[in-house]
Nanobody, 126 residues
Framework: QVQLVESGGGLVQPGGSLRLSCEVSGVSLDYYYTIGWFRQAPGKEREGVSCIISTDGSTYYADSVKGRFTISSDNAKNTVYLQMNRLKPEDTAVYYC??????????????????WGQGTQVTVSS
């Protein structure tokens, strides 16, 4: 049974940093998987933030977070991280990690992912 558990959300001031974690169980990240981070703000559609390919470490980012967010994985721990720096109020959302076998060029299509975590709230406010 595949399970994803996010952690690391919280309240942070603009310009601050947070690191989200997504612990994966039921599959090994030594095999090909696409692990994506998505977010959904109140009243808005869910959007792709970033993803990583588990086998070769290829990464993809939404334009809105390029240069501020970094995705990484520790396959020994079966965990994917999202380091978020220079956070802005518009980054406020519930952040979800998702996993499936998605081609990298399609990473941002949330409907392609079957496995999702429960989400973690990130609030950027002074």
């Amino acid at each position: 049974q595949v399970q994803l558990v996010e952690s690391g959300g919280g309240l942070v001031q603009p310009g601050g940093s947070l690191r989200l974690s997504c612990e994966v169980s039921g599959v090994s990240l030594d095999y090909y998987y696409t692990i994506g981070w998505f977010r959904q703000a109140p009243g808005k559609e869910r959007e792709g933030v970033s993803c990583i390919i588990s086998t070769d470490g290829s990464t993809y980012y939404a334009d809105s977070v390029k240069g501020r967010f970094t995705i990484s994985s520790d396959n020994a721990k079966n965990t994917v991280y999202l380091q978020m720096n220079r956070l802005k109020p518009e980054d406020t959302a519930v952040y979800y990690c998702a996993l499936d076998n998605v081609h990298g060029s399609s990473w941002f299509h949330d409907i392609l992912y079957d496995y999702w975590g429960q989400g973690t709230q990130v609030t950027v406010s002074s």
